[in-house]
């Protein structure tokens, strides 16, 4: 969906912004890894010797979220998470997402890697009840790809 720009949060090397920023849109990736920022970098810097432009609309920023938030124009921005599978405990998942809605247009997410591994039916609808409580809204089904991508997206008025 159109948005001002996307910040992919645990990006790793940042193809999804790198993409993006290949189809003319403005991206951010953000990784706490040093050397997944590092080889994007490289990547990009490649990348931009074909397509000067890129290296404008693309950013690789090493850093944790939420706390980068607060450095970023957020404003008509959707936030996109598509492998955040690190199991945490569900008051700082809670936090996070009430920050992600207080800040951002929309979030993308795998529902599958979203704050931990969820592998079952079971296990997806209760996760998603979890986010549909602390979001109070339900997340639309985007897509489904295999037996563990099962991509979400939820509008933020």
């Not at 850093?63 to 955040?84: K, R």
């Amino acid at each position: 969906p159109p948005a001002k720009a996307y910040h992919e949060i645990g990006g790793g090397v940042g193809v999804i912004p790198i993409t993006l920023g290949l189809m003319g849109r403005p991206a951010i990736n953000i990784d706490s890894s040093p050397s997944r920022i590092a080889h994007g970098k490289n990547i990009l810097e490649a990348l931009a010797k074909d397509e000067p432009a890129l290296v404008n609309r693309v950013q690789m920023r090493c850093a944790e979220a939420p706390q980068i938030f607060g450095e970023l124009d957020t404003a008509g921005a959707y936030v996109i998470s598509t492998n955040i599978g690190v199991e945490r405990p569900w008051e700082f998942v809670e936090s996070y997402l009430k920050e992600v809605r207080a800040k951002y247009s929309a979030f993308i997410f795998d529902l599958c890697l979203l704050w931990g591994t969820y592998r079952t039916l079971g296990e997806w609808r209760a996760h998603l009840d979890r986010l549909t409580t602390a979001w109070g809204q339900q997340p639309e089904l985007l897509f489904e790809k295999g037996n563990y991508e099962r991509y979400y997206i939820v509008r933020f008025a």
